[in-house]
């Protein structure tokens, strides 16, 4: 999942070099914080967290298919 979201978010971002995934487990879920360049936050959010929300149904969709629960946390 963890590639999945560095993909995505890469795509999405000018400075792909800043962006940073920690990977870690809570309560059986696997919960993945990205971090990106303080001018990119807003490219990765969107207008009222569309693109943030967008990002993890797709996460969502393919963690399900691995029968696994997955978190996409956006750190600023």
Known sequence: MKNLVEVIVKALVDHPGEVVIHEKEEKGVE???????????????????????AIRSVVKAAATKENKKVSVDIMD
């Not at 914080?33 to 990765?44: L, N, P, Q, T």
């Open 31 to 53: 919960v993945l914080e990205v971090r990106v360049a303080e001018s990119d936050m807003g490219k990765v959010i969107g207008k009222q967290g569309r693109i943030a929300k």
